[in-house]
């Protein structure tokens, strides 16, 4: 590669970037972005944003981080996400909430309010959910859900207000989308060719989480969002998998909590899943 061929990819990274923060600080009701042009993680860095305010006895604000590259990128299980720069949404929101009941159904919340998200960059209601955190349009997958709930006092002091914290960390392919495992990925851009500003896509998901934060209070509502949104219907046989245990059994829908139940193929019981793998049969 020449210099002069180097000194034009970084001037157009440099303005790659410029482009996705100025469209970012544009967007109307966003505050306490974090924009970086990379990084390891976005999630490690709002975990470091909450380890300092703990340190100095402080609450813990809501913060919005995002990237336009991540170098190691991880979603569930610890499982490398992919993030190269510009290709994707790369996002982690800092949220304290009151109760543990309101934690509990964070994931079900966030997966709904990106879907929502999604439907209105792709112009139509078909981002669906297959359990537990992956984003599938058409049946491929568009992205992911990590959230991590922070223990209170982890970093030292803990929080004086007595919330609970958690880091909602999601990533969705914006264009040019790599393949996940078994499933095809698809990305925005794939699904809208017309759509050309990362910054806005961005905007777009985080305002649809963030409205649905608003409704946490509303156990049943989001319950049945989020069964509507399910690629899992009642009746449907699973394959399950949870660390080195595995089976089958029938879908029988999710309790308030946002736990898949089973009921087991071979005894007959019902199962609760809060974690693992699941696939039709």
Not at 57 to 69: D, K, M
Not at 133 to 145: A, E, H, M
């Amino acid at each position: 590669m020449t210099e002069e061929h180097s000194g034009s990819e970084d001037r157009a990274e440099a303005q790659a970037f410029e482009n996705f923060r100025a469209s970012l600080a544009a967007e109307p009701g966003l505050a306490n972005l974090v924009v970086l042009e990379t990084i390891d993680s976005t999630q490690r860095l709002a975990r470091r944003i909450v380890d300092e305010y703990r340190r100095d006895g402080g609450s813990v604000p809501t913060v919005q981080v995002l990237a336009l590259e991540q170098t190691v990128g991880r979603g569930r299980r610890g499982n490398a996400w992919q993030s190269p720069s510009g290709a994707g949404v790369y996002a982690s929101m800092l949220v304290s909430l009151k109760r543990q009941e309101e934690l509990e159904r964070l994931p079900l919340a966030v997966a709904i309010g990106l879907c929502r998200g999604v439907d209105e960059l792709i112009g139509e209601r078909r981002c669906s959910l297959k359990w537990p955190n992956d984003l599938l349009v058409n049946g491929r997958k568009l992205g992911g859900i990590l959230i991590e709930q922070i223990a209170p006092g982890a970093a030292g002091a803990g929080d004086p207000s007595g919330s609970l914290d958690a880091i909602i960390g999601f990533g969705v392919n914006f264009r040019a989308a790599a393949e996940h495992g078994a499933l095809v990925a698809t990305s925005l851009c794939d699904e809208n060719p017309a759509m050309t500003s990362l910054g806005a896509a961005a905007a777009e998901l985080l305002r649809g989480v963030q409205r649905v934060l608003e409704g946490l209070g509303r156990p049943a509502e989001i319950l049945k969002a989020y069964g509507r949104r399910s690629l899992h219907r009642p009746g449907d046989m699973l394959n399950w998998r949870v660390g080195g245990e595995s089976g089958s059994g029938e879908f029988l829908g999710f309790d308030e909590r946002g736990f898949l139940r089973l009921r087991d193929a071979e005894t007959g019981e019902e199962r609760l899943l809060f974690a693992g793998e699941v696939r039709g049969r």
